[in-house]
């Protein structure tokens, strides 16, 4: 038997410490085998998460929401137990951080890993540190917990990490293979780096696009953070990356503190590595420019976002130029370097509560109605209120203020409507986010970019924008206006529909689904009501309410139901006569068939503009949408659709036969959509007859005599366009262009490629603008070759037609002004050929 002493001491706690008696499981226990033995899949992550939560009373969980395959993200939140009892309080604290609060509550680091998918380490790495600071009775740890909350977010791509850990796991071998070549490392199409939709969720915090980035915003918003640690992999032939990175592409919009300060961080995770002798370079490759990436996102937000990048074993083991890559070498290097992050954030917490107060200090007012005028930016989507409505929906995710107009208002010549404008005042707390999202410069120190050179929401939106208008409070609201549907009498002959609507897309596939006839108009014309002239612009919808299928009742019911539900402005007339233009009886309004896309994916063609069309077509419009593999059109029957859907790529294995037989579906009045990159293949298969320029035309117009060796990654980054801001001069009476609200159209260009020029043949729908360049960095010599030339081209192909595009329109689904391109492609070129 136990003595008396020690039998009494079993029942009574002979310590103050919270983890007393506490058995938190660890990975392996979890696991049942040495964490990184096999790579993790997301219902793992989240388990032991869930598990390490319950057992031990410094963790807990937030939950940001599900990603569009329904799988829970979470983020462990790791402190003292006296922190944990009053996280409601730090939060409330964090909440006025924006505002000029003091800085006394705790430092919060939010450390977050593999939002590419395939880059694994990461997530492993998270699990490991999860654990440590759960458990660990190291000073240095208690310390931290006491003075920190630490957020920490495994896996920020559920549904890529398990598409890439499906994949590894199931071709490694019990005998590890370093082969490059072996299929384990030689992902399938598409790779685990994207989500469901192939968007690369590090391209997508600005945009917000998807569930995963819109949940990963509202929890930095939430915790307001002071450092955010970004760990990525990349090549296997690399060592190990920390920034602060390229200097001179820094975006000037970021404070000179903030890389002041990650350059004091980094002398942490030198000394981490070092330590470990792993080799790491720093100040190479990548930059601190674009605001849509988990690293430079907190940098205009109040915080320090550091990039980290480890050589990629994808997979368990991979030979590299400099030796063997390993996953649990990865595995320890990002453990590394979390840890240092940990510990260079601790001992710089007073610095960086610093720099975080200053970069809020005199951007906000807390009482907006102290001064009744303000200056702004007073922005319109030319009576378009779907627009405006995404617009404002991002606007407040990223917590940035604005306001509607209680009455119209005219600037200049410039009409702005109550119901699709608003108004975003200059000093308000995420100024300096409000002024990177407009931002429009085109000149740079380095013209080199890791990503695009700019992101002008102006543009993507194709906004009518005034900047520093002065304005009343007395004409502004918080509230959106109310949507009412008009009403119509029994003596309608037919429902009207404005085609510059953006959300009159929606309607129209979904009357098409319930195949109720609709119409539209191939040229303008007025309607006279109440002894009024409407006009109406070519593209016009219009909902006969005399039909074969269904009542005027009902039809009434069904257009009225869906007009409320997608806040689209329906107008009924009592006549088809009209006041000029074409009658509502004339053949030049079209009848518009279902349409049944084929979209081409693949191992040849682009992972993210598949994946953008696709969203497009599935995510915006409710569209049934047949996804086919490239190996498998041989065997498809392509009259069963009515599009078939290109994105960028090289097509290379398709051949003659297949040509023939799309050649054929043209004939027969099918359409082709196709962009970028596979116009070569179209080109080369001869169902393009317009000429193309491709990269070696343009490059021929750069001079790279005297340029000595040294400036040879200079003059490339020249050459290559990183995403810029060109304009389009429009045909507006051709249907391609019907619905976009004028002459002009922003686009994104990133890729070199063009048409020669074209005349006399009508095919050319739009032109590069004489002065093309609205906004980022486009070479001159780029800039003189495209201007006027052609950028979209519609081509008759007996009863089909092919739309070429030398651009993505779409550019990562943020590009809604010229998202209106592809849906007249899909609805209205089929009539008109």
């Given at each position: 038997m136990l003595p008396a002493f020690f039998a009494e001491a079993k029942k009574t706690r002979l310590t103050d410490n919270p983890l007393y008696g506490v058995a938190t499981i660890s990975p392996e226990e979890f696991l049942g085998y040495p964490l990184g033995e096999r790579l993790l899949r997301h219902d793992q992550i989240n388990y032991y998460l869930q598990q390490i939560a319950q057992q031990n009373p410094r963790v807990s969980l937030e939950d940001t929401g599900v990603s569009h395959e329904a799988r829970k993200q979470l983020t462990a939140v790791i402190t003292s137990v006296e922190n944990q009892a009053k996280l409601d309080d730090i939060l409330a604290q964090r909440q006025q951080v924006k505002y000029g609060a003091q800085q006394d509550g705790p430092l919060i680091i939010w450390l977050a890993y593999s939002i590419h998918g395939d880059e694994i380490s990461g997530a492993h790495s998270a699990i490991k540190l999860s654990h440590m600071l759960a458990t660990s009775e190291e000073k240095w740890v208690t310390n931290l917990l006491n003075n920190a909350v630490v957020l920490i977010t495994p896996s920020q791509n559920p549904d890529g990490l398990d598409r890439f850990s499906t994949w590894a796991n199931g071709y490694a071998g019990k005998v590890a293979v370093s082969d490059p070549n072996h299929k384990e490392h030689k992902q399938g199409w598409p790779s685990g780096r994207s989500n469901h939709y192939l968007a690369d969720l590090n391209r997508d915090w600005?945009?917000?696009?998807?569930?995963?980035?819109?949940?990963?915003?509202?929890?930095?918003?939430?915790?307001?953070?002071?450092?955010?640690?970004?760990?990525?992999?990349?090549?296997?032939?690399?060592?190990?990356?920390?920034?602060?990175?390229?200097?001179?592409?820094t975006h000037p919009l970021t404070p000179a503190a903030n890389q002041k300060l990650t350059a004091k961080l980094a002398a942490y995770h030198q000394a981490e590595l070092d330590t470990k002798k792993q080799a790491y370079f720093s100040r190479q490759l990548f930059d601190d420019f674009f605001y849509g990436k988990g690293s430079t996102y907190p940098d205009i937000n109040g915080a320090i976002g550091v990039l980290f990048e480890q050589a990629s074993a994808r997979g368990q083991q991979q030979a590299s130029v400099n030796g063997l890559v390993t996953m649990q070498e990865a595995i320890d290097n990002q453990y590394a370097t979390s840890i240092s992050s940990l510990k260079g954030a601790l001992a710089l917490r007073s610095e960086l509560e610093q720099y975080q107060a200053e970069f809020f200090e005199?951007?906000?007012?807390?009482?907006?109605?102290?001064?009744?005028?303000?200056?702004?930016?007073?922005?319109?989507?030319?009576?378009?209120?779907?627009?405006?409505?995404?617009?404002?929906?991002?606007?407040?995710?990223?917590?940035?203020?604005?306001?509607?107009?209680?009455?119209?208002?005219?600037?200049?010549?410039?009409?702005?409507?109550?119901?699709?404008?608003?108004?975003?005042?200059?000093?308000?707390?995420?100024s300096a986010?409000?002024?990177?999202?407009?931002?429009?410069?085109?000149?740079?120190?380095?013209?080199?970019?890791?990503?695009?050179?700019?992101?002008?929401?102006?543009?993507?939106?194709?906004?009518?924008?005034?900047?520093?208008?002065?304005?009343?409070?007395?004409?502004?609201?918080?509230?959106?206006?109310?949507?009412?549907?008009?009403?119509?009498?029994?003596?309608?002959?037919?429902?009207?529909?404005?085609?510059?609507?953006?959300?009159?897309?929606?309607?129209?596939?979904?009357?098409?689904?319930?195949?109720?006839?609709?119409?539209?108009?191939?040229?303008?014309?007025?309607?006279?009501?109440?002894?009024?002239?409407?006009?109406?612009?070519?593209?016009?919808?219009?909902?006969?309410?005399?039909?074969?299928?269904?009542s005027a009742s009902d039809i009434n019911k069904l257009v009225a139901k869906l007009a409320q539900k997608l806040q689209v402005d329906v107008v009924a007339t009592n006549t088809s006569s009209a006041s000029a233009g074409i009658d509502l009886g004339s053949p030049d309004f079209k009848v518009i068939k279902p349409i049944r896309p084929l979209l081409i994916s693949g191992k040849g063609t682009s992972i993210s503009e598949v994946g953008q069309l696709w969203y497009y077509l599935d995510n915006t419009l409710g569209v049934a949408t047949t996804m086919v593999d490239i190996n498998q059109l041989p065997s498809i029957n392509l009259s069963d659709y009515s599009h078939v859907l290109f994105a960028d790529g090289r097509y290379q294995t398709l051949d003659e036969r297949f040509a023939r037989k799309l050649g054929?579906?043209?004939?027969?009045?099918?359409?082709?959509?196709?962009?970028?990159?596979?116009?070569?293949?179209?080109?080369?298969?001869?169902?393009?007859?317009?000429?193309?320029?491709?990269?070696?035309?343009?490059?021929?117009?750069?001079?790279?005599?005297?340029?000595?060796?040294?400036?040879?990654?200079?003059?490339?980054?020249?050459q290559a366009i990183g995403g810029a801001i060109l304009e389009l001069k429009l045909d507006t009476s051709h249907p391609i262009n019907f619905g976009l609200p004028s002459d002009r159209l922003p686009i994104l260009k990133n890729k070199v490629l063009g048409f020669s020029q074209v005349t006399g043949d009508f095919s050319v729908a739009a032109k590069y603008a004489s002065q093309p360049l609205l906004s980022g960095y486009l070479a001159q010599e780029y800039q003189s070759s495209f201007s006027n030339s052609a950028a979209i081209i519609v081509e008759s192909?007996?009863?089909?037609?092919?739309?070429?595009?030398?651009?993505?329109?779409?550019?990562?689904?943020?590009?809604?002004?010229?998202?209106?391109?592809?849906?007249?492609?899909?609805?209205?070129?089929?009539?008109?050929?």
């Open positions: 600005l945009f917000l696009r998807h569930p995963e980035s819109q949940g990963r915003v509202a929890l930095f918003h939430r915790w307001q953070p002071h450092y955010v640690g970004d760990f990525h992999e990349m090549g296997h032939n690399h060592s190990y990356f920390f920034q602060p990175g390229v200097p001179d592409r005199d951007k906000h007012q807390k009482a907006m109605k102290k001064k009744p005028r303000q200056a702004g930016l007073l922005m319109s989507t030319s009576k378009d209120s779907g627009r405006i409505k995404v617009l404002t929906q991002l606007l407040a995710q990223h917590q940035i203020e604005y306001y509607y107009l209680t009455n119209p208002l005219s600037q200049g010549e410039i009409d702005f409507a109550v119901n699709s404008s608003i108004f975003i005042p200059n000093n308000q707390a995420q986010l409000l002024t990177a999202m407009f931002d429009d410069r085109t000149e740079f120190v380095d013209p080199t970019f890791y990503d695009i050179s700019t992101w002008n929401l102006q543009h993507a939106f194709d906004l009518t924008l005034r900047r520093n208008v002065k304005l009343e409070l007395s004409v502004l609201n918080q509230t959106a206006p109310k949507f009412t549907v008009n009403q119509w009498d029994d003596k309608a002959v037919a429902l009207l529909i404005n085609w510059q609507q953006s959300q009159a897309v929606l309607l129209l596939q979904q009357l098409l689904e319930q195949g109720v006839l609709v119409k539209f108009a191939a040229k303008p014309f007025s309607i006279k009501q109440q002894n009024k002239n409407t006009d109406f612009a070519a593209g016009s919808l219009q909902i006969p309410l005399k039909q074969d299928k269904f054929q579906f043209a004939s027969e009045g099918g359409v082709i959509i196709a962009q970028k990159g596979a116009l070569n293949w179209l080109s080369r298969a001869n169902l393009l007859k317009t000429n193309l320029r491709s990269d070696r035309f343009y490059k021929q117009l750069f001079d790279a005599e005297g340029l000595t060796f040294d400036k040879k990654s200079k003059f490339r980054a020249k192909h007996n009863k089909g037609a092919v739309v070429a595009l030398a651009d993505n329109l779409l550019f990562r689904n943020i590009w809604l002004g010229s998202e209106k391109v592809y849906a007249n492609a899909l609805y209205f070129i089929p009539a008109l050929h």
